[in-house]
């Protein structure tokens, strides 16, 4: 979804926080959604433990997701847009219940 600013200029939805739970990140939009990824998305976040996984913080006015000890950085509107490395998984689904 693509919304508005005060200047009526289009702007992508940005995150306000991010949050890993057990193999899922999960990020909140500007514009009320949660939405949430299979860290085995992505190549170094498959290869990180669980609690390297918990320490995401936001960067870049919301635009992008960061773990320093992976010296990873991942886009948000990449992420929105469905744009992970590596293919899905059915066992994503069973890793994340």
Known sequence: MI?????NEISEPA???AWAEERMIFI???DGRIV???ANR??????AADDQLKKVIVRL????????ELDED???PGIIA???QLPFEESDIKKAA
Do not use: D, Q
């Open 74 to 76: 991942i886009t948000v």
């Open 82 to 84: 469905g744009n992970f």
């Open 15 to 17: 995150a306000i926080r």
């Open 36 to 38: 949430g990824f299979p």
């Open 3 to 7: 919304s508005r600013n005060k200047e």
């Open 61 to 68: 006015n919301g635009f992008a997701l960061r773990w320093e």
């Open 28 to 30: 909140e939009l500007t």
């Open 42 to 47: 992505f190549r170094i976040l498959k290869k």
